[in-house]
């Protein structure tokens, strides 16, 4: 069975500066892995997706992802974040085909001035 | 502009009422899916439909079932709700290959 881990339940970060959040994933088979975005009082919007080939994934408002299979990880980072990335952000995995996706818990990312 | 609408926003029902959420997808997609999200425990998914009249359980189906008669439309349904199935609902459909998922404005289930 297949299942998503976001370590990091709140991630407060000052604008301007780095972030990562991460994200580690099970499963027996090949999967696809996604970060979806939920801004406060809205629904759910994709970010990014890894489905093969390059490892690096770049996504939406200057998010990239890397996919890791050795470690089962694809963390997310932004060099520099603003405020309007104030969200919640889930990691999410899935089958190729035919398949259920898979949420993580979540990560709330706080952007202070 | 693809869409997947939720028939309610917001919901209020009492305790042991037969409770009915629609789903419709216009994308002609063949995967639909329903999660309930709670603070704390991201999206948990309840059950997920891969074609018309198929359906496959989730991580916590219990206390819930679902139809699907047509391709573009998914029902959730709560057979005798219950105060701790108050929570917001999601709708979810992606095509065959799983590549994206496309979300409904969810729906705000209050059980009294």
């Known amino acids: 069975a297949q299942s998503v881990t976001q370590l990091d339940s709140q991630v407060p970060v000052f604008e301007e500066a780095p972030v990562e959040l991460r994200c580690n994933y099970s499963?027996?088979?090949?999967?696809?892995l996604f970060w979806y975005v939920q801004y406060p009082n809205q629904g759910l919007q994709l970010l990014l997706k890894y489905l093969s080939g390059s490892t690096l994934v770049k996504g939406i408002n200057g998010f990239e992802a890397e996919f890791n299979k050795s470690q089962t990880s694809f963390h997310l980072r932004k060099p520099s974040v603003h405020i309007s990335d104030t969200a919640e952000y889930f990691c999410a995995v899935s089958g190729t085909s035919y398949d259920k996706v898979i949420f993580g818990p979540g990560t709330s990312l706080s952007v202070i001035p | 502009d693809v869409k997947v609408t939720q028939s309610s926003r917001y919901l209020v029902k009492r305790t042991g009422e037969k409770v009915f959420l629609e789903c419709v997808q216009d994308?002609?997609?063949?995967?639909m899916f329903w999660y309930r999200q709670d603070p704390g425990l991201g999206l948990r998914l309840i059950y997920f439909?891969?074609?018309?009249?198929?359906?496959e359980k989730g991580d916590i189906p219990e206390g819930y079932s679902v139809s699907r008669e047509k391709k573009e439309r998914f029902s959730l349904i709560l057979e005798s709700a219950s105060t701790n199935q108050t929570s917001m609902y999601l709708c979810?459909?992606?095509?065959?290959?799983?590549?994206?998922?496309?979300f409904g404005q969810g729906t705000r289930l209050t059980v009294v």
């Open positions: 979810a459909s992606t095509r065959i290959e799983n590549t994206e998922a496309f």
């Open positions: 994308m002609d997609h063949e995967n």
């Open positions: 499963s027996s088979v090949s999967v696809y």
């Open positions: 439909s891969y074609d018309v009249k198929m359906k």
